[in-house]
């Protein structure tokens, strides 16, 4: 099976930055979609990012356009999210996904278009 690793998150005042990082091991594919969602309490698992295997397509949700920033380095088996001018309402569990195909019918942004999680990281802004 895939693993999906997540670390980086912490405390920050709003305004701050971090860098998520999502280490995977296992079965490697060269096909593999990877993306970041975020869930806070009481809401429901939500997207925020995605790229492709390249590099070269990736996606935001509007809500962290300009401020988020995803990447990966495929000979590190690493993906990551730069996160800049921080706001509390970034406040959840980041979690990264992996796909081990292009995405189909749901598209790239859905939960139900990834096979593989990892455990999450918790982010906290504070005002």
């Known amino acids: 099976q895939v693993q999906l690793v997540e670390s980086g998150g912490g405390l920050v005042q709003a305004g701050g930055s971090l860098r998520l990082s999502c280490a995977a091991s296992g079965r490697t594919f060269s096909t593999y979609r990877m993306g970041w969602f975020r869930q806070a309490p009481g809401k429901e698992r939500e997207f925020v990012a995605t790229?492709?295997?390249?590099?070269?397509?990736?996606d935001y949700d509007d809500s962290v356009k300009g401020r988020f920033t995803i990447s990966r380095d495929n000979a590190k088996n690493t993906v990551y999210l730069q996160m800049n001018s921080l706001k509390p309402e970034d406040t959840a569990a980041y979690y990264c996904?992996?796909?081990?195909?292009?995405?189909?019918?749901?598209?790239?942004?859905?939960?139900?278009?990834?096979?593989?999680w990892g455990q999450g990281t918790q982010v906290t802004v504070s005002s």
């Open positions: 790229i492709s295997w390249s590099g070269l397509t990736t």
């Open positions: 996904a992996g796909r081990q195909r292009t995405c189909s019918g749901y598209g790239c942004y859905d939960t139900r278009e990834y096979d593989y």
